[in-house]
């Protein structure tokens, strides 16, 4: 799974109800930055050579690989994070090559070219409670495996994710939307639980090495 972190916060009007713009166009992640939205979803399509370089990787590979870096160091970062591990850099090409656009989108939408990048081969299950972030963006796109799990805003129960309680009792109905493989999703955080981030989790994936 592959993110990137925008770390500021900025000052934007809150809506009443937050909504998601889902698209096949890769041009929907601009719409993130919209006050009503907080999930940008572009649905794409799997590539074959990035899957083909991905399906030798196993959960040992990154147990969780953070480093802070920029829209101009980050092909070099992400060579010296695939070194730390082993790794040819030279056989992972099309994965830095698409980690590399989707770094240069997230810098279009949110303006600003420095990010927390993480890469992470998931065996356990993680940040499997619903939950919101406290980071004002956060893109997110999972390669291989099951993908991240969310709410919309109508199903949450806003007084039970404050209080930590189970996903049963946060989920008020229904049940939840989920990221495909290759789908990239730019999702809003909040510092408080007032509507305004987008509701999620990580999906159960304990045994599955994924």
């Not at 009443?16 to 009503?36: F, N, Q, W, Y």
């Not at 993680?126 to 805003?153: M, V």
Request: glycine residues 8%; neutral net charge.
């Amino acid at each position: 799974m592959f993110e990137l972190t925008e770390t500021k916060f900025c000052n934007s009007p809150l809506a009443s109800s937050m909504s998601h713009a889902i698209d096949k166009h890769p041009d929907v992640l601009r719409k993130v930055s919209e006050p009503g939205i907080n999930l940008a979803l572009w649905t794409r399509q799997p590539e074959h050579a990035v899957k083909q370089e991905v399906a030798i990787l196993s959960a040992s590979h990154f147990p969780d690989v953070r480093r802070r870096t920029s829209l101009g160091s980050f092909d070099d970062d992400g060579c010296a994070v695939l070194q730390q591990q082993g790794l040819n850099p030279e056989n992972f090409s099309s994965l830095r090559a698409d980690m590399q656009q989707l770094a240069a989108r997230l810098a279009k939408v949110c303006g600003s070219s420095e990010f927390i990048y993480r890469l992470v081969t998931i065996a356990g299950d993680e940040c499997c409670r619903f939950h919101l972030d406290r980071t004002p963006l956060r893109l997110i796109c999972t390669y291989q495996g099951p993908g991240t799990e969310w709410l919309a805003d109508w199903q949450v129960d806003r007084e039970a994710l404050a209080r930590s309680a189970s996903n049963e009792e946060i989920t008020r109905f229904g049940q939840p939307s989920q990221f495909e493989q290759f789908w990239v999703g730019i999702m809003k955080g909040e510092s408080g639980n007032r509507g305004k981030g987008l509701v999620h989790r990580s999906p159960a994936v304990a045994g599955s090495n994924q």
